[in-house]
């Protein structure tokens, strides 16, 4: 499997199937189910004849359609490489349920960012006002209906808010 | 799968190739991901240009380039005037750099106190420092009531006074009476987001009509033949494909290019495309100059602090601690004018007294630059006929030399709406389009494939080849249209430079250390009898063309004299030139 460039490997969460996603000049997108990736690897370890060939490998009803299209030209991604991706995908699909039955039990969550600044409680992510509203939208002195809340901004003759300038 | 598969194909492709070889694909393997709305969607594909760039020419009676405040405004006023229109556009509509403006709008409407839109027009002119066109700014003011309440019936949530009338509050330059009578209030505005609600309302409304719109078309260049502007020739950032829209009226509302500077308040896409376009076109740009600085801005930052921070007891300090405007302006100090404030600034700096991270308040900030001009001089204006130009791309020279605040939206929505006008009296919905050479926009597609292929072509180091070939799919290739953009930015920015250093005086934003003062025909700060009125050469008041050869880059200024009557003189009359002095 020299030929097959190797891109991706997915393996979605309750799922047995791992998803080997390979760049080569006709993409192809390598399906295993995990029950017979260890099985594919040493068959294709043994066929390793560098040579282009085109396979379609139909499984047995019961499990998922293998579905291999390999492709030549150059070599580019070693063996090890390959192996060594299918293994890590193969840890974990063993990690979800066996036999294709998915448990749901928690969903898997994204790991949290480590605590810092931009680690907010959920109930603080609403972002303050910092101006508040006028009673009825209705500027107590000026009487303006809909206008911008907070100080007057255009009282330095540029338009402020905030401190800051925006227009001038 | 599609992207893998095509992004495959390129790799593919381009293993076998290792030399500067445009990738070779036939036309029928790619899906073209648009569909042409509106009407006559009679869009047909070609390989005219090149059989590795097929073409997709489109027809229609006008086409609007930009989408901002301007660009959609003018696009459904020729809509409503039954044209068909297109309006390409780099964003979507709503994410127009115009969204930006919090300031309002001004307008004459005199809802807090007696006004009239004469004084508007006087603030006007003299704000531009007297380099404004008086006859544009008489259209301007006097239209501006009717474009205000024309925006409140279109849905835009104004802020209201008690009786239910626009609130309208005070803004920079504006009096009454002819400055004689303090302060008037005109800026009619919408909370703090006038522009986004402006923005929003003209999109909305433009719904109603049938505007075809090409959102994400990157627009390359315009079509011109024989002196004549025939359409646009774009790129479709989504799938590649090379889009001519080929029209009687191509309108140009693209926008200003703030970008050209590192700190400016401009959003990334501020990129001065259409100028770009025009000066390609061999048309010149004017009054390029002319851009808006702020003393007190956040160098990097690209935010301004506005200057009442001063006021209220701001202290201007270098890096080393010291209060220095009390050396350049004893008495004022940190209170004095801003354009004394950034001369010190500059010296400052250049005497290496800054710490830029020390918050250190820079003068380096663009607000708002100006200018391009549909009209090409022989000693005469003559128009080009076919192009139009609105916003903040396009100069009427409303502003001149120095743009008043709550003016700029107000320029928008008026002469986007002036180019609708004049189109739909010069031309007829349905017209024949005269015949356009079936290779036109062969140089912009071959600019773009240069650019596209610039950096892969050496490149054989297997492992950088799947970046770099993915780099150089025309599919979705924001670095290329990044380089486009790039190169927009770059002619602007060499035709400001040798605009500025050219005109040798001090006038409104353009403000130079060596040459402090304004020279006008006659010295206005000085009774004019007696005095000898100096020729054309002599004086600046005048307006700057500046063209630039594409091959060689080099700059050449023309001028062109300032227009001083308005356009109905027993209306309103024009204002002679004075010292510019609050």
């Not at chain 1, 070693?78 to 998915?102: D, I, M, P």
């Not at chain 2, 602090?305 to 350049?328: A, H, K, P, Q, V």
Request: aromatic share 8%; hydrophobic share 35%; net charge neutral.
């Amino acid at each position: 499997m020299r030929n097959i460039r190797f891109c991706a490997s997915l393996a979605p969460p309750r799922s047995s199937r791992v998803y080997l996603v390979s760049l080569n000049d006709d993409a192809g997108i390598v399906i295993f189910n995990r029950q017979n990736i260890l099985e594919l690897c040493n068959f294709l370890l043994r066929h390793d004849t560098g040579k282009a060939h085109n396979r379609l490998v139909q499984h047995p009803r019961k499990m998922s359609l293998l579905h291999v299209c390999c492709t030549t030209v150059r070599g580019l991604v070693k063996k090890g490489l390959f192996l060594e991706s299918t293994y890590t995908a193969c840890l974990r699909t063993a990690g979800y349920a066996s036999g294709g039955v998915a448990k749901d039990k928690e969903p898997v969550k994204k790991a949290k960012t480590p605590q810092g600044r931009f680690d907010m409680d959920e109930t603080e992510s609403k972002s303050k006002d910092v101006f508040e509203r006028f009673p009825d939208d209705v500027h107590p002195e000026t009487k303006e209906k809909g206008g911008p809340r907070g100080p007057e901004p255009t009282r330095y003759g540029d338009w402020e808010r905030k401190g800051r300038c925006i227009d001038f | 799968m599609a992207a893998v598969c095509a992004a495959s194909r390129v790799l593919g492709r381009k293993i076998v190739s290792s030399k500067a070889l445009p990738v070779v694909w036939q036309t029928s393997n790619r899906k073209l991901h648009f569909s042409v709305y509106g009407k006559g969607g009679d869009a047909k594909v070609s390989d005219a240009i090149s059989t590795q760039y097929p073409v997709v020419d489109h027809e229609f009676d006008a086409v609007v380039v930009g989408a901002g405040g301007a660009g959609l405004r003018a696009a459904f006023g020729l809509s409503e005037a039954g044209f068909n229109t297109a309006c390409v556009t780099k964003l979507f509509p709503t994410r127009s750099h115009t969204v930006a403006a919090q300031g309002g709008i001004n307008a004459a409407l005199g809802n807090m106190e007696e006004d009239d839109w004469r004084w508007h027009f006087y603030d006007t002119v003299k704000g531009s420092d007297w380099l404004g066109d008086q006859d544009a700014i008489h259209y301007m003011t006097e239209q501006a009531p009717a474009a205000v309440v024309e925006l409140e019936n279109f849905g835009m949530p104004f802020s209201r006074t008690e009786e239910g009338r626009i609130y309208q509050r005070a803004f920079g330059g504006q009096s009454l009476k002819f400055g004689k009578g303090g302060q008037a209030h005109r800026c009619c505005c919408v909370a703090d987001r006038t522009g986004h609600s402006l923005l929003h309302t003209l999109y909305g409304r433009s719904l109603r009509y049938d505007t075809s719109y090409f959102v994400e078309y990157f627009a390359l260049d315009l079509l011109m033949e024989d002196g004549e502007c025939k359409g646009v020739i774009a790129l479709c950032m989504e799938d590649g494909s090379i889009h001519r829209f080929r029209a009687k009226n191509t309108v140009i509302a693209t926008g200003g290019y703030g970008r050209t500077y590192f700190s400016c308040t401009s959003a990334h896409t501020s990129t001065g495309d259409g100028n770009a376009m025009v000066t390609r076109a061999g048309l010149p740009c004017q009054d390029l100059e002319f851009v808006q600085f702020h003393p007190t801005g956040i160098y990097g930052a690209g935010c301004l602090i506005t200057e009442g921070c001063r006021g209220e007891g701001g202290i201007l300090i270098n890096s080393e601690g010291e209060r220095f405007m009390e050396r350049y302006a004893p008495n004022a100090k940190d209170l004095a004018s801003r354009d004394v404030v950034s001369r010190s600034m500059t010296i400052e700096l250049r005497e290496g007294r800054y710490n830029i991270l020390n918050l250190y308040y820079n003068i380096n900030l663009l607000f708002c630059a100006q200018n391009t001009v549909i009209t090409h001089k022989d000693g005469e204006d003559t128009v080009v006929p076919g192009l139009y130009a609105c916003g903040e791309s396009g100069c009427a020279s409303v502003h001149g030399a120095n743009r008043l605040g709550a003016n700029s939206l107000l320029d928008l929505v008026v002469f986007g709406r002036a180019c609708a006008l004049t189109i739909a009296e010069t031309d007829t919905p349905g017209e024949k389009l005269s015949p356009l050479k079936p290779n036109a926009g062969e140089a912009s597609v071959a600019n773009m494939d240069k650019i596209r292929f610039a950096n892969g072509s050496t490149r054989t180091s297997e492992i950088r080849l799947n970046i770099y070939s993915f780099q150089q799919s025309i599919v979705w290739n924001t670095d290329l249209v990044e380089t486009l953009e790039l190169q927009n930015l770059m002619l602007n920015g060499v035709q400001t430079i040798v605009s500025a250093e050219a005109r040798t005086e001090s006038r409104g934003a353009h403000a130079r250390e060596d040459f402090k003062d304004r020279v006008d025909e006659y010295d206005y700060s000085k009774s004019l009898q007696g005095q000898v009125k100096k020729p054309f050469e002599q004086h600046w008041r005048k307006h700057t063309l500046s063209y630039v050869d594409p091959k060689t880059g080099k700059v050449t200024l023309e001028y062109r004299p300032v227009i001083d009557n308005s356009l109905n003189a027993e209306e309103c009359a024009a204002i002679p030139p004075a010292i510019r002095s609050y």
